[in-house]
Structure formats: structure tokens, C-alpha cells
């Protein structure tokens, strides 16, 4: 059946909101059986205001304001019943000392919610959130969030900051590493997995850690690319690309969220009842509680919506935020709010049973301590083996161009042949941690340097290596010895790019060349004739324009974590298929951003997806640029490798469906495709099913990504996939903001990317 319309983001509606947020909050959250329930009910009873705000209160390990401005030690905050969550820590002694003060100092004996960045590991680091979703794999990512979360456990950590769920379209952005790229719907499989994977099947289970969904919302629209920054986006697509995500994680039973930096129309995401209340609690039934990003709730006043703390903790609270990280202000204000009426004191107490139930649900009442120590020897050897793998799916081969008429790789490992390995990021092991490294140590790290002489030695054939150059150095000095020894090789595996403090949070680019002198590096090396394999190392798309028009050979690797060097020398020997595709479009130039494929057309356009194309006679007055064509170098979807596939026509089931039958649920349109391998080689094709809809009341995009599989096939196997298109996936928001099916024309491809493939239609009638 159709959803009900939204509310209108106006200023008349949000001050309305306001007005009815205790009764919306007091709803409350899944019952837990009675028993817990009257727990949470005793316990609310029995706490001051102070203590209250004390549940609400996240801090660091280091000294904070407490109520009346005095100035106290963590351990302070503890003993007084203050503190409700404490994020930093991932030792299993220094967490249970603190545990310990909770559980049996303070007034209560509530346990203390340990929480940590655990994006890609814990010990054992995983690629980076960017480098999984290339695998377009949501299997494989649960498994490296459920690794992830037992490890975390161990030492008591028991909720992390994860998954980061935004959207994101410019690659300047930092924080670009931390997601699942440019599309709402593989986002979505994204987010589902990574909460299934920490969650598990219980959070009672203690290898479970409750998950985070992060940053809600619009966070990944910063203008200009600039962390922190403002965003400007419509209902329309604050829905169809930025919630999609957020919603997949709450479906999937995601116990918090994260509240954002941003302003969305010039309300901060902190303080925002549209998102935090009318969104994520009325219209979803979010029973979960909604932290604050560090320190949000005091920049508030920086946004300019309050004038006092007083002030920016009623508008962040009662828009609904739940818990305060690190600004102390919820501690601070809350409880004079309360006593002087401008926060109701259901509100308040509402907040605290959403808190306690998390802890309840993750057993801290009854198992408060972690039992710390080291995993057995098999769990190591289960991590490094699923590390391995999971880097191996990550790495995306854009360029394989034949030298001497074949392929340049996978490469041949015969004796005596030489291979120069030139670049600062072939034995970076720091790097290959990429950003938000958790507990992950470089020394753990297997560099690219150090498998290749391993392997070297095995298969008796000989290397050399040169850094060449800084990271973001300047010096030719060491260029000399590495041409010198590209002179004297077979090929040359050059591994180039950025280094990790170069992604991430307040990690945003104006430029996305290859830093430093790399780029005269990688000419220089080219020069000498010999062939080029071009690894790099990344945490965003790169302006590799020149390299992908000289350099034979070109792998995607990302930050590959713990196992980059044996699944990068895995992949390059073929052991090992290079199997991802891109989640986001690599530009031609910095000019070109934003540049996503599920792109709104325009009456005049270069190009139709149905060969409309614009005027025949005037295509010189078309959207686009004078100076190069406006398609990426590589778009999303993309990815070689060592065998070739063919995609047939797509066939459906019905060239005409109801529309009004969709929408109640009562019909589907099935898409079915057949796959070969038309190479000699096994290997793994990614379908992808695109869609679009045309004849609707608002634009739609010229294609869509509503559905993908991966498929393993031996030489010459052929196979057949088959998708269903129902209500979820053909609903839109339309004129009136309503998420309805709408009678239209629907065209579908099963393709290997978005550029791919010929169309079939279906009709959507009345």
C-alpha cells in the first residue's frame, strides 16, 4: 500500500514538531520481557536529574565540567553516576578498571557502554569501508564485521562508530574511504551487512557489539567537497539518495545512530526534528537511541542557532539526540532545563530507558567485565585467511592492455626474470592500514615489498626496489636508482598514490593528483619502454588520466590492510582474480565533479539512454563541455578482469504489468539475463541491473542500480540470473511527495556497468 505523504520541511512544520516531540519520544522503544523492563522502570525511578543526565553523557578519559562548572576526573564522573558511555579505549584492563568504578562505585551500579571507531577491524585490519563495498560482496563484508566485532569484544569494546552509511559523490571529500561509494542501493546491501555482521543474531551473543549508523544525514554532500561543510539537498533527494542507507540499517535492526555535522537547509543535522524525529522515529519506528558526533551538540552555537550551551542542549535534545559526545553540555544543562520546564522530564526519562535497554540487550548488567587475552591461534589464522581474501575481491584492475600480444598480467613468475619494484608505498606497511586503523599495528602488516621477496625466493625469480620518491616529496634524488633499475628489468610494478592521513576525517583535497613529484615518477619510469604495472594506493578516486592512456596495467588497491602484500602478489600472478568493480566514478579531471552515474538527464543532452539524443542538427548546444567529453575515465560498475564475460538481452516476463498491482503488492516484473565466460579463465562476473523510468511525474535518473549478483563461472559456462522488480524497488517519491509506483514506461539492462547493455521496456500501465 502507499506510505503516507511526508511532512513538508518548513520552518511552520518544525516549529510544530517541536511542540509534539515528548508525546512522539514517548512512545518508547521494543519491549524487553517484563523482568527488564521493570529493571529499567526501578532504575529511572530511583536517579536524580543528575544522574539522568549522567546516562546521557559520553566522554573521553579525561577530565570534564560537571554540573555547576566544577572540573572532574573522569573517575570522578564514574563514582558519581555521570557517565553513561566512554569512547577511546580498546584494552580489555583499562576498560574493566573503568567498569569496575561503575559497576561498583557508583550510586546505581549501571554498567558504562565502551564504544570505539571499529570501521574495517579491530586488530585485524580488513581493506578500508571503500575497498569492501568494490567487492560487491555483502557476504563477505558481514564476515569481516562479525571478525571485527568479536575481536572488540574481547577487550570490551561493545559498540562502534559504524557502518558509515553516507553517500558520497565527491571524492575531495576525506571521508569518501569511510562508505560504500556513490549509489543508494548497493549502500543499502552495505549497511545491512555491516549491522548483521556486528549485531549478530543477538546482541546478548558477547561476541556481539551493537552498531552505529553514521552520519545521519546528508553528511557525504559537503559543498566543495570540505569536511564539516553545509549541504543544500532537496526532500526529494534527501530521500532517494542520502536516507536510503540509514533506512536499509534501521531495517536491519541497527541499535544507534549517529546525528551529523552538517547543516541540511540551514538546520543543523544535530538539531534537526525533520531527520532526527519526524524521519528516523515517526516514520521508520527507529527504537534505537541517537548519539551526537564528537562534540556536535556544542557547535551548535557555532552554526549559529544558539546563543548558550543552555540553548544548543534543549534544541539538540528535543530535536532528538539521546547522548551527548564529549561536549558535557547534556550533563551540564539538562537537569536546570528540566527543573525550569523547558525540557520535559519524560523526554528526559525516555532517553535513559533507550540507553539502558542497549545495555541490558548486551548483557553489561550481568557480564559488565571483558575477558580481554588473545584469540586462539585458529581465530588469527580464520583473520588473516578472511583479510587476505577480502582484499583480493577489493582490487579493481582498470587497465590490462596486451604487451608483445598478450596481457600484461597476471605476470609470469619464471626464473631469472627481473622486476624492478619502484614507489614509497610498496613497503609502507603503515599505510596499508589506511584511516580509522582502530587497534590494527603496522608491524602486522604485510607490505607489497616483502610478499614479492617471499615470493621471489620460492619461485627463484629476481626483484629490486627503490622508493623512487616521498609520498609528497619534491627531491629527485632517488629517481636515478629507480630508472636505473627499470632499465635493467622485465617490468616494472610501480606502487604510487596517497598516504593514509591523506583520507579520512578532515582529510579533504583541493586536488586529486598523485601528491608530491609521483606523477613525474611515473612519466620518467614509462619512458624507459619497459612495461608498467601501476599499483595504487588510496582512500578516493585519483586524476589518473595520463597514466590510463600510457600505462599497460593499471590495479585499484586501495588501503588493502593486514594482508595487502600476499593478495596483491597473489593477484599479480594469478593466483588470484582481481575481482572488484568500482563504487564510485573516477573523474577525467577535478572539473568534471560531481560526476555520478545516476544522473537526472536534461533536455538537451549529449547522449540518451534510449538514443532520443538531443537535436540532431544543433548538437554543438548540448549539456556538457567544450573542452572534453563529461563521461568519467571510469564509471561506476567498472572492473577487468582475467577472463572475459558476454551478457545476453535481458528478456522479462511481461511487456505490460499494472502499475496500481505493483504498488499493493500483488505483481512484480522478473528480469532474466544469461552469462558467459568467454575467456580461459575462471573468474566472477558482477550482473548489475539498471533501471529506468520514464513518463513519471518527477525526473527520474538515467539509470539506476536495483539489483547485482556475483556469479563464479569456469571457461565456457554460461549461466543464467533472474531479479525481481516489486514495489521497493519501482516506487518513487513523486510530485507530491509520495512514495507511490507510478504508471510509466520501465527500461532494464543486466550489464557488466551502467554504460553497458541494450534495453528492454515494460510498461507500467493504469
Not at 536517579?47 to 565540567?65: H, P
Not at 583499562?94 to 568504578?101: D, H, K, P, T, V
Not at 545512530?257 to 534537526?272: L, Q
Not at 514495489?727 to 507530491?736: F, K, S
Request: aromatic share 6%.
Amino acid at each position: 500500500m502507499s506510505r503516507p505523504a511526508p511532512t513538508p520541511r518548513t520552518v511552520l512544520v518544525l516549529s510544530s514538531l517541536l511542540s509534539l516531540l515528548p508525546e512522539l519520544h514517548a512512545q518508547g522503544g521494543p519491549p524487553l520481557p517484563p523482568q527488564a523492563e521493570a529493571r529499567i522502570e526501578a532504575l529511572v525511578a530511583g536517579m536524580s536529574l543528575e544522574e539522568k543526565a549522567g546516562q546521557l553523557n559520553q566522554v573521553a578519559t579525561d577530565a570534564r565540567e560537571g554540573p555547576g562548572g566544577i572540573l572532574l576526573s573522569c573517575d570522578d564522573l564514574i563514582r558519581k553516576g555521570w557517565v553513561g558511555a566512554i569512547l577511546g579505549k580498546d584494552d580489555s584492563a583499562g576498560i574493566n578498571a573503568l567498569q569496575r568504578e561503575a559497576v561498583e562505585d557508583s550510586p546505581h551500579r549501571i554498567p558504562i557502554l565502551f564504544g570505539l571507531d571499529v570501521i574495517h577491524g579491530f586488530r585485524t585490519e580488513f581493506p578500508i569501508p571503500l575497498g569492501l563495498s568494490a567487492t560487491w560482496d555483502p557476504a563477505l563484508v558481514e564476515q569481516t564485521a562479525r571478525f571485527a566485532a568479536a575481536e572488540a569484544a574481547r577487550q570490551g569494546v561493545r559498540w562502534t562508530f559504524s557502518p558509515m552509511v553516507d553517500i558520497a559523490r565527491d571524492p575531495r571529500w576525506g571521508r569518501i574511504s569511510e562508505g560504500a561509494g556513490e549509489d543508494p542501493f548497493l549502500g543499502s546491501a552495505m549497511a545491512r551487512a555491516y549491522v548483521r555482521g556486528y549485531q549478530g543474531r543477538s546482541l546478548a551473543d558477547p561476541s556481539s557489539i551493537l552498531a552505529c549508523a553514521k552520519h545521519f544525514v546528508g553528511y557525504g554532500a559537503a559543498e566543495g567537497g570540505r569536511d564539516y561543510n553545509t549541504t543544500e539537498i532537496s526532500e526529494r533527494t534527501l530521500r532517494d539518495v542520502y536516507l536510503p542507507p540509514f533506512h536499509a540499517a534501521v531495517q536491519a535492526g541497527a541499535g544507534t545512530i549517529m546525528s551529523a555535522f552538517n547543516s541540511i537547509d540551514g538546520v543543523p543535522a544535530s538539531a534537526n526534528p525533520f531527520t532526527l524525529t519526524q524521519v528516523l522515529r515517526v516514520e521508520w519506528g527507529f527504537q534505537g537511541f541517537v548519539d551526537s558526533d564528537w562534540t556536535a551538540v556544542r557547535e551548535l552555537m557555532l552554526h549559529g542557532i544558539a546563543n548558550d550551551e543552555e540553548t544548543a542542549a534543549r534544541r539538540s535534545f528535543l530535536a532528538g539526540v539521546d547522548m551527548d559526545m564529549q561536549s558535557g553540555i547534556f550533563l551540564g544543562k539538562l537537569p536546570g532545563l528540566v527543573r525550569s520546564g523547558r525540557v520535559p522530564v519524560s523526554r528526559v526519562d525516555e532517553a535513559v530507558r533507550r540507553i539502558l535497554r542497549a545495555k541490558l540487550e548486551l548483557g553489561l548488567f550481568d557480564r559488565p567485565y571483558a575477558p580481554g587475552g588473545v584469540p586462539a591461534a585458529a581465530a588469527e589464522i580464520h583473520g588473516r585467511e578472511l583479510a587476505e581474501s577480502s582484499a583480493e575481491e577489493s582490487f579493481v584492475l582498470l587497465e590490462n592492455r596486451d604487451v608483445q600480444g598478450v596481457p600484461l598480467l597476471p605476470l609470469s613468475p619464471a626464473p631469472e626474470r627481473r622486476i624492478a619494484l619502484v614507489g614509497p608505498l610498496a613497503d609502507s606497511a603503515d599505510d596499508m592500514l589506511g584511516c580509522w586503523s582502530c587497534g590494527g599495528r603496522a608491524r602486522d602488516m604485510v607490505t607489497l615489498r616483502r610478499a614479492l621477496a617471499t615470493r621471489a625466493a620460492l619461485d627463484r625469480f629476481k626483484i629490486t626496489y627503490d622508493r623512487g620518491t616521498e609520498i609528497d616529496g619534491t627531491s629527485k634524488s632517488g629517481f636515478s636508482a629507480a630508472l636505473g633499475d627499470a632499465r635493467k628489468s622485465d617490468v616494472v610494478v610501480l606502487a604510487l598514490g596517497e598516504g593514509r592521513s591523506t583520507s579520512g576525517e578532515a582529510a579533504s583535497r583541493s586536488s586529486l593528483d598523485l601528491p608530491g613529484n609521483q606523477e613525474e615518477l611515473l612519466e620518467e619510469i614509462v619512458a624507459t619502454g619497459k612495461p608498467v604495472v601501476l599499483i595504487l594506493f588510496s582512500g578516493r578516486p585519483l586524476a589518473i588520466r595520463w597514466a590510463s592512456g600510457h600505462v599497460p596495467a593499471i590495479l585499484m588497491a586501495w588501503y588493502p590492510g593486514m594482508q595487502a602484500g600476499p593478495a596483491l602478489v597473489r593477484t599479480l600472478f594469478g593466483d588470484a582474480q582481481p575481482e572488484g568493480r568500482l563504487t564510485v566514478s573516477i573523474p577525467r579531471s577535478l572539473g568534471q565533479i560531481p560526476n555520478y552515474y545516476d544522473r537526472l538527464n536534461t533536455g538537451r543532452p549529449r547522449t540518451d539512454a534510449e538514443g532520443l539524443g538531443g537535436d540532431a542538427a544543433d548538437q554543438f548546444h548540448v549539456s556538457g563541455y567544450v573542452d572534453g567529453t563529461s563521461a568519467p575515465l571510469y564509471p561506476f560498475g567498472y572492473g577487468l578482469g582475467y577472463t572475459r564475460f558476454s551478457f545476453s538481452e535481458v528478456s522479462v516476463d511481461a511487456a505490460a504489468v499494472s502499475a496500481g498491482a505493483i504498488e499493493r503488492g500483488e505483481a512484480s516484473v522478473t528480469v532474466h539475463a544469461d552469462i558467459r565466460n568467454t575467456g580461459n579463465r575462471d573468474g566472477t562476473a558482477v550482473a548489475q541491473l539498471y533501471i529506468r523510468l520514464r513518463g513519471t511525474s518527477v525526473a527520474r535518473p538515467v539509470r539506476e542500480l536495483k539489483g547485482f549478483e556475483r556469479v563464479r563461472l569456469a571457461p565456457g559456462e554460461s549461466r543464467r540470473v533472474d531479479f525481481r522488480l516489486g514495489r521497493e524497488e519501482l516506487a518513487i517519491w513523486n510530485l507530491d511527495l509520495r512514495h507511490i509506483v507510478e504508471p510509466c514506461s520501465l527500461y532494464v539492462w543486466v550489464a557488466s556497468d551502467p554504460t553497458r547493455g541494450k534495453p528492454v521496456k515494460v510498461e507500467l500501465t493504469e
